[in-house]
């Protein structure tokens, strides 16, 4: 079985940095691209940043191109997002997904194997 273990999550004052970490294992971790959604409290879960199976390709949402970047380290089965400029919008459960899906990385229903979510609180 797949298992995706998120950390990193925390509380910051705005315009802050953190970085978070995701550690897969279960799955081969090179034949996988890797996403970072988030979901607020109320609303849906949304798209955040995602990278293929080589890091050749990113995609992040409009709302953290600037701001954030993903990244990977194979030999580690781990993926980062490491967020910069943090505003109190970015507070959210964040988590970590794998799909071997290249085309629809930014879709929700594309990702077969999910974290269960680290906590980012960004106060103003």
């Known amino acids: 079985q797949a298992q995706l273990v998120e950390s990193g999550g925390g509380s910051v004052q705005a315009g802050g940095s953190l970085r978070l970490s995701c550690v897969v294992s279960?799955?081969?971790?090179?034949?996988?691209?890797m996403g970072w959604f988030r979901q607020a409290p109320g609303k849906d879960r949304e798209f955040v940043a995602a990278?293929?199976?080589?890091?050749?390709?990113?995609h992040y949402s409009d709302s953290v191109k600037g701001r954030f970047t993903i990244s990977r380290d194979n030999a580690k089965n781990t993926v980062y997002l490491q967020m910069t400029t943090l505003k109190p919008e970015d507070t959210a459960t964040y988590f970590c997904?794998?799909?071997?899906?290249?085309?629809?990385?930014?879709?929700?229903?594309?990702?077969?194997?999910w974290g269960q979510g680290t906590q980012v609180t960004v106060s103003s």
């Open positions: 997904a794998a799909t071997r899906n290249i085309v629809e990385m930014s879709k929700e229903s594309a990702y077969d194997s």
């Open positions: 990278s293929t199976w080589n890091g050749g390709n990113t």
């Open positions: 279960g799955l081969s971790f090179n034949w996988h691209s």
